[in-house]
């Protein structure tokens, strides 16, 4: 069975997990990291899933190379700044937005060495 790498950024509580193991009859997910900013979410994913290494703040990622490089790679930036629930405050580079923050996955992805960048799949959820 084919082994796939996996690291979410804006993790929560791991919903990309959950639909990784409804998946694991085809294949042998290995869960490399997560990326959460609030403690509490993140140690709620680990009771739920296991106890995944968490990057943290996304800001202070540098890249994820070497032992964090993935084949797949999922994330779920705020939505409540572009959302209709929310505040539609926005979502502009260097606004500041919660939902600015995705701007942080294309700039880690260029720091990570050119042999290891590229994640076979990325998959970005964004709620209404």
């Not at 998946?23 to 403690?39: G, K, M, N, P, T």
């Not at 703040?57 to 959302?83: E, F, M, N, R």
Request: aromatic share 8%.
């Amino acid at each position: 069975m084919r082994t796939v790498r996996v690291g979410g950024f804006f993790s929560g509580i791991g919903s990309h997990i959950s639909a990784c193991k409804r998946l694991s009859d085809r294949a042998d997910f290995v869960y490399v990291f997560q990326c959460e900013w609030d403690q509490r979410t993140a140690e709620a994913s680990d009771d739920l899933h296991g106890k995944i290494p968490n990057l943290g703040d996304i800001t202070k990622v540098h890249d994820i190379g070497g032992d964090l490089a993935v084949d797949l790679l999922y994330w779920t930036p705020p939505c409540q700044d572009i959302s209709n629930a929310g505040k539609m405050a926005g979502n502009s580079k260097g606004s500041g937005t919660r939902s600015s923050l995705a701007f942080e996955v294309p700039r880690i992805l260029s720091a990570t060495p050119e042999r290891e960048r590229d994640p076979a799949t990325s998959s970005w959820r964004r709620s209404p």
